[in-house]
């Protein structure tokens, strides 16, 4: 059995795709681990691209890497597919415009032998096509393994289900744990319901990905459609606070990111009139606790709603962060 399998779905990326690939294949990728590309019936000329790669590499890289192809189903649907055809112990996700830094694998690895989590997190940082980074998130915890109670209020408060930034043990991806085809900000939907079921969560401060800022990304344009999932995602969450009562923070916090995106797109009025349904919902919700919220931005947002967003943009507008 392979220890991990790399899940690299492929739509409308020949810009990045080669410098994708060889970030993964630049480093001590060996036998034990699997690469697996879903053509999600790309249309330029990505395959292409990757097909050559692959076709220059050592026979071992070779072997371990496999090209799955099937109609264009979404980003959803490319990763369930990558998912179903997995044979590693653990699963990793890289979308196929970000790189991985040369020491992931080499990282990893003896953490995924010897101690063996169900979920290793570790940190990342952004860039953009003109060679600009900056930081992304911050440390959440020390390095070391910690159950699932000692920290899930601080994960939930980060509020950060980035696929990508984990590798995640197989088995946990059974019953409903599929992303949602057809839905927008589908790790919303899938990772915070990953870790209910995981009980033993290694933290890792070491960066190990490059996450690609692409300001005409598809969950970075203010669409109805990215309102309409991004609000489903939060309804979705409301409706497990009765299984898990901390959630509630991250249920502010993908709600403030919600209504924020509203008030951008649709104005002052319909972002009021979106917060005022919502929080009905939260009010009334089975495990709703307010407690369990310890980020400040996100706190302030409970108890001032549309006003603080409003202050938070202005601020934005004039260069200073809240």
């Known amino acids: 059995m392979y220890i991990i399998s790399l899940i690299i779905p492929i739509y409308k990326v020949e810009k990045y795709i080669e410098s994708c690939l060889h970030s993964v294949f630049n480093q001590s990728c060996n036998e034990n681990i699997e690469v697996i590309l879903v053509d999600d019936g790309s249309p330029d000329t990505s395959i292409s691209i990757a097909q050559s790669y692959i076709d220059s590499l050592s026979l071992v890289h070779k072997k371990n890497t496999r090209i799955i192809q099937q109609e264009n189903k979404g980003l959803s649907g490319a990763r369930n597919t990558g998912i179903k055809h997995a044979q590693g112990k653990y699963l990793a996700f890289l979308d196929s415009d970000d790189i991985l830094n040369a020491n992931f694998f080499s990282k990893i690895i003896p953490i995924l032998d010897n101690i063996e989590p169900?979920?290793?997190?570790?940190?990342?940082?952004?860039?953009?096509?003109?060679?600009?980074?900056?930081?992304?998130?911050?440390?959440?915890?020390?390095?070391?393994?910690?159950?699932?109670?000692?920290?899930?209020?601080?994960?939930?408060?980060?509020?950060?289900?980035?696929?990508?930034?984990?590798?995640?043990?197989?088995?946990?991806?059974?019953?409903?744990?599929?992303?949602?085809?057809?839905?927008?900000?589908?790790?919303?939907?899938?990772?915070?319901?990953?870790?209910?079921?995981?009980?033993?969560?290694?933290?890792?401060?070491?960066?190990?990905?490059?996450?690609?800022f692409n300001p005409l990304g598809i969950t970075a344009t203010k669409s109805e459609k990215n309102l309409t999932d991004l609000g489903d995602s939060v309804y979705k969450m409301v409706s497990k606070l009765n299984i898990d009562s901390v959630l509630t923070a991250s249920v502010i916090s993908l709600s403030q990111s919600y209504i924020d995106d509203s008030l951008k797109s649709e104005g002052r009025l319909k972002a009021k009139q979106r917060w005022t349904v919502l929080k009905k919902h939260l009010l009334s919700a089975d495990g709703f606790t307010p407690s369990m919220i310890t980020n400040r931005g996100n706190k302030l947002f409970y108890i001032f709603g549309i006003p603080f967003l409003v202050f938070v943009n202005k601020l934005k507008k004039i260069g200073i962060k809240k």
């Open 118 to 212: 169900e979920i290793l997190e570790f940190r990342a940082e952004r860039f953009d096509d003109q060679g600009n980074v900056t930081p992304f998130l911050s440390s959440l915890a020390v390095d070391g393994l910690y159950t699932k109670d000692e920290i899930w209020q601080s994960l939930c408060n980060q509020s950060a289900w980035f696929a990508w930034l984990r590798v995640y043990n197989r088995k946990l991806f059974v019953n409903e744990n599929f992303f949602p085809e057809g839905k927008n900000f589908e790790d919303a939907y899938t990772i915070p319901y990953i870790f209910l079921s995981a009980k033993k969560i290694f933290i890792l401060n070491d960066i190990l990905i490059k996450y690609r």
